[in-house]
């Protein structure tokens, strides 16, 4: 199994903490999105056996750093030199020898997850999935409709987004597990077509828009309930993931003297989430707006 990272956006709502950065070397806590996000993976070697890092803005800057890091597991790169003038469908494009190759979890860069996101995803037997959270009101983005058996009857883009539906949404979390299989006959001949005919200024999930119209499109979505996950678009998203991320790399104690494993301090209405507590899905703050710009 590998990774694949897409990390070419230039995160121009962060203003100026992305003037001489990429999106991704933000810090929440001390700890860059990056390097926490590569921590996690790393932790699932040796079952996971490389990592791929789609770059582009600032993309020379984010490999120094990420060779400076102390991860065992290879990391290789794709660069991605159209950035300014694409979107993320083109680096996952760039990046379609890789999804042959191996079975793929697929990330954005900008997410803070739990290790638990990624045990939901690891266990789960199905081959292919999405990950989808019940949408809450201030989520944005692209959402799904799901049958009983937890099939994606639709992808829904931001544009196509109805109120009135809103209690049978689900939001994507943008993170995926694709296996080899499903990227051979469905996904890298659908991305292929897809960017020849509609260009390269587009989102990867269009792609499942489409595969998800098929009898048989076998990608199905896992719904995640108390495991904690978080994206970070704006100055906004990142102070608030500031508050309540309470996270220290590799598992060490918390500033408390609590051992934690990535974990999430989310607010509640009484005060604070605390260690051991549980994590109902309408006090997670989930926030996502799609791209990588």
């Not at 993170?175 to 292929?192: A, Q």
């Not at 309470?246 to 989430?273: E, I, K, N, S, Y």
Request: aromatic share 10%.
């Amino acid at each position: 199994m590998q990774a694949i990272i897409l990390a070419a956006g230039m995160g121009k709502r962060l203003g100026h903490l992305t003037q001489d950065n990429t999106k991704c070397m933000i810090q929440v806590n001390g700890v860059t999105l990056i390097e926490r996000m590569l921590r996690q993976l790393d932790n699932l070697s040796p079952s996971l056996e490389k990592i791929v890092v789609v770059t582009g803005y600032k993309g020379a800057k984010l490999k120094s750093f990420i060779s400076l890091l102390d991860i065992s597991t290879p990391v290789e790169y794709v660069d991605n030199p159209l950035y300014a003038a694409t979107n993320n469908i083109y680096s996952l494009y760039l990046a379609k020898e890789h999804l042959l190759q191996d079975d793929t979890l697929l990330f954005e860069s900008d997410l803070i997850f739990e290790d638990s996101v990624i045990d939901a995803l690891l266990h789960h037997p199905y081959p292919s999935l999405a990950l989808v959270a019940k949408f809450e009101s201030w989520m944005d983005g692209t959402v799904v409709t799901l049958d009983e058996d937890d099939n994606i009857k639709q992808f829904i883009p931001g544009s196509k987004f109805s109120y009135k539906k809103k209690t049978e949404y689900f939001k994507t979390v943008n993170i995926y597990k694709f296996n080899r299989d499903f990227s051979r006959t469905h996904y890298v001949p659908f991305l292929t077509a897809y960017s020849k005919a509609l260009g390269n200024n587009e989102y990867y999930e269009q792609v499942l828009r489409v595969i998800a119209l098929l009898d048989k499109p076998e990608i199905k979505a896992l719904r995640l309930g108390s495991e904690a996950w978080y994206e970070i678009d704006d100055i906004q998203d990142l102070d608030i993931a500031a508050f309540h991320v309470h996270t220290r790399p590799g598992g060490t104690p918390a500033p408390d003297g609590v051992p934690v494993r990535r974990l999430l301090a989310l607010p509640t209405h009484q005060g604070f989430l605390l260690p051991g507590q549980s994590i109902l899905p309408q006090q997670a703050p989930h926030v996502r707006t799609q791209g990588e710009l």
